[in-house]
């Protein structure tokens, strides 16, 4: 059974930084899954913000690249990720998430994913 627990959300003032971290267990990390960040905000669907393939390789939402830093460490279990230059419309629940297999073209997809966490609040005020 996948597990997955994010920490790290939080209250920022715009243009400042936070990170957000993801533990995963009950399975050999990155050996076969692929790794994502969602964020949901109030009255909106959920949307795909970064995530790791199991080759490694980056994908980002274009409303968050050059900001924002997907990254793992597989010694610990787990997945980061750090937000830069925050902006009030970052606001959402941050979820973390994993599937064995996503297509690499629906990485950002998250009806792909089968293992979520329970979600980590974010909030940017102005």
């Known amino acids: 059974q996948v597990q997955l627990v994010e920490s790290g959300g939080g209250s920022a003032q715009s243009g400042g930084s936070l990170r957000l971290s993801c533990a995963a267990s009950?399975?050999?990390?990155?050996?076969?899954?692929?790794m994502g960040w969602f964020r949901q905000a109030p009255g909106k669907e959920r949307e795909g913000v970064a995530a790791?393939?199991?080759?490694?390789?980056?994908s980002y939402a274009d409303s968050v690249k050059g900001r924002f830093t997907i990254s793992q460490d597989n010694a610990k279990n787990t997945l980061y990720l750090q937000m830069n230059s925050l902006k009030p419309e970052d606001t959402a629940t941050y979820y973390c998430?994993?599937?064995?297999?996503?297509?690499?073209?629906?990485?950002?997809?998250?009806?792909?994913?089968?293992?979520w966490g329970q979600g980590t609040q974010v909030t940017v005020s102005s």
């Open positions: 790791i393939d199991v080759d490694g390789s980056a």
């Open positions: 009950g399975y050999i990390f990155n050996t076969i899954y692929c």
């Open positions: 998430a994993a599937d064995p297999q996503v297509p690499w073209w629906s990485l950002l997809r998250a009806p792909e994913y089968d293992y």
